[in-house]
């Protein structure tokens, strides 16, 4: 199965971030547990999925395995244990799922769940073996996005369904912010393959050359509401996974003379000097409640497109 099932290679900027294991991507992600809009869209998405009995199901660049994990409570419920299809969840990096893949092979009898180390350009499988993938957040990290929709048609059954979401260019400005100001510091580049390559308007285009599109959600737009415990300027949950997923953003960068990466130490020196006092002073302008809360406001703009393999 795993040979079957082989992927090839996320690109440079992603590999940085996921050499690192989950943490930084795990933090852009707990980010939007201050979301202000509620709305959980991976539960969404994995309602909205048509699944039949024997469905081969691929969650390509699965990272963490949250969507696999929700697919496989869902099949639970609506099968009654009787499942008898795969869901597959593919990673480059396998430390991304294994905490998930652990926790799924103790608790999930009745599903067949499983993870695969496999990178995800150059799908490698079989014609029209495939009755649902999923590219959620992910073809904004490929070197060549409309490569991997391709060789997604090309495995998906006819009729199969394609589930893509991405984010669009206003999504966490003030991170991107952040992200140019460590740049111009250090004198590296921000990895130009992210939002503006692959944005909302973007996916809908090329989706529509390939496939039909059926549903493209109303988007998730509004704000992070990030905490500051102004009484506990050393220890802010909010601020720690918020400096966190700056830095995972600046790992992704190269140094414009050198190319090598950023140095964690330099990035560090300036995320906990000068970005940490604008932080906190955002977060002061925005007051709210006590006067001991403050909130940093981010920015959120994603959604996802359901679509048939039926051009």
Known sequence: M??????????EEA???????????????????????????????????????????????????????????????????????LIVGLDKYPQNFA????????????????????????????PKSVDTFSLNFLLYHVDDPIKVLDSAKDALVEGGQLLVSTRGTRNQQRLWHYGD?????????RPESFYSQFDIATCREELGKLFHIEEEAKPQAGHLAIPLDLDKPNDNRGWSIYR?????????????????????AQALAIIDGEI???????????????????YFMEQVDQTYFVCRNSK
């Open 15 to 85: 590999r940085l971030q996921y050499e690192k294991g989950s943490t930084y991507a795990d933090a852009r992600r707990k980010l939007y547990e201050f979301a202000i809009d509620k709305r959980d869209l991976w539960s969404e998405m994995a309602k909205r999925l048509e699944i039949k009995q024997g469905d081969l199901i691929v969650d390509a660049g699965t990272g963490n395995g949250a969507f696999p994990e929700l697919l496989d409570k869902r099949v639970s419920h609506d099968f009654r244990g009787q499942f008898d299809g």
């Open 276 to 294: 940490r006092e604008e932080f906190t002073r955002e977060a002061k302008n925005m007051r709210a409640f006590t006067s001991s809360s403050a």
């Open 244 to 264: 966190d997923a700056i830095l995972g953003l600046v790992l992704m960068m190269r140094n414009k003379n050198t190319g090598l990466p950023v140095d964690e």
């Open 181 to 189: 100001l460590i740049a111009d510091r250090l004198g590296s580049t």
């Open 99 to 126: 905490e998930t893949r652990t926790r799924i092979g103790a608790t999930s009898i009745d599903t067949r769940t499983l993870f695969i180390d496999g990178d995800v350009e150059n799908l490698i499988f079989p």
């Open 2 to 11: 795993e040979n079957a099932l082989s992927f090839v290679s996320v690109n």
